[in-house]
């Protein structure tokens, strides 16, 4: 029992302060504008930096900032385009829907990096095309595609995408982004983003591991609400002439490793786990697991939508490597999931260890992998009707449904109407529409 106070008691702090990121700014400055113009954004967000405590900056609307060389890092897994946020700065950049990416034919970085003492609070911002550090020499591969976080980062309104976390023996986590701080998230897309290769095997040795977390890599606190991480995909085993073919990479949306996870009106859909290697002479190399999740630590899921999401495919190979498990959900620790649709996610099942996952009431599986049963108005084999991943309005995207459906009017309003849900969807639409609030990210009108 002490262990459920403690956990929510976490889960609250951690709403509260994502409930102050949201609020109007306090004892700040008037942002400083920064003009489009590449350099202009690497002065300013250095010079706050050096000023430290409350900073705020707002980018030129519908600017494209293109980073062409290394600011800093070179040499090292944690080569970055941008300035480091350091000082026990206290950033705020409005985006004003301003691009920073990374050119396609720069050096390898990361687009930005938060210190353990420092907060980032970005908001209508794209973050595109960041490319950490592949394995080199005495150089690990580098992790967080897009962005590493030990400090704090808020993050709304925004989009990451088509970055890559670095190649390696083991390859970098967190295509997207790589978190070992605080992480919050609304209203968010991270999609197309990729987790480091394996590198194949030389004179004989075995393929390098695939990394995990395509879209995201957590490994502290994060709250993700109102937000669709979708098409990323964990990094494919190496392959080796007469070794082993490398593992497949884990958790193709979202891997969850230490801490405590939130998972509140949003959508998985369209991850892939990581293929393992191919081997010419010996064993191919396993498929990563968790197509949608991978659950290492506490994890809540509420009003969320699991779908088409799959587990990676074994190498080729003498025998062929055996397919990841759990393409939907791969769950290893506690794992409580209430108004949640898990659905058409495969090859894999929906789930894998059921017996880590507590059906908390109102869920629908469309198989019967996740264990929910008929017990707390949950029901397995279920219909959820689900059609694709589209704009239904809204920042992100969603699975809308249509009748007839198990998700229609079966949600339990007393969740709905409660933190972190507040009678929306994903969308910001109102719930309940009908006579009780839907199961799942969306809300039929």
Known sequence: MQTLKHFRLIILIALLAFTASIMPLAHVEAATDVPCDTTALVDAIQDAVDAGGAQALSLATDCTYTLTV????????????????????NLTIVGNNAIIERDANAPQFRILQIALDSTLTISAVTIRGGNAVDEAGNIFAGWGGGISNAGTLNISYSNILNNRAGKGAFGGGGGGIYSKGTLIMSHTNVFKNVS???????????????????????????????????????????????????????????????????????????????????SNSSDGGSGGMGGGLVTNGPVTIINSTI?????????????????????????????????????????????????????VGNNLDTGTSCGFGAAKRSKSNALPNLVKLEDNGGFTRTHAFKSPSDALNKGKDSVCSKEPINNQDQRGMTRPHGTHCDIGAFELQ
Not at 197 to 205: A, I
Not at 215 to 232: D, E, M, V
């Open 70 to 89: 290394v600011n800093n890092g070179a040499g090292t897994r944690d080569a970055n385009g941008l300035p480091v946020i350091a000082n026990n700065v």
């Open 196 to 278: 480091g290769d394996g590198m194949n095997g030389e004179s004989g040795g075995d393929g390098g591991q695939g990394g995990d977390g395509g879209g995201i890599l957590n490994n502290g606190n994060a709250i993700i609400t109102h937000s669709a991480i979708y098409a990323n995909k964990a990094g494919k085993g190496g392959n080796s002439s007469t070794g082993f073919g490398g593992w497949g990479g884990s958790g193709g949306g979202i891997i969850h490793y230490n801490g405590t996870l939130l998972l509140a009106n949003s959508t998985l859909s369209g991850n892939k786990a990581g293929k393992g290697g191919k």
């Open 307 to 359: 779908a088409k999401n799959k587990a990676g495919l074994g190498g080729q190979g003498k025998p062929t490597g055996t397919s990841g498990l759990g393409a939907g959900i791969a769950a290893r620790k506690g794992t409580k999931l209430s108004n949640t649709i898990v659905a058409d996610n495969a090859p894999g099942a929906n789930c894998f260890g059921n017996s880590f996952i507590k059906n």
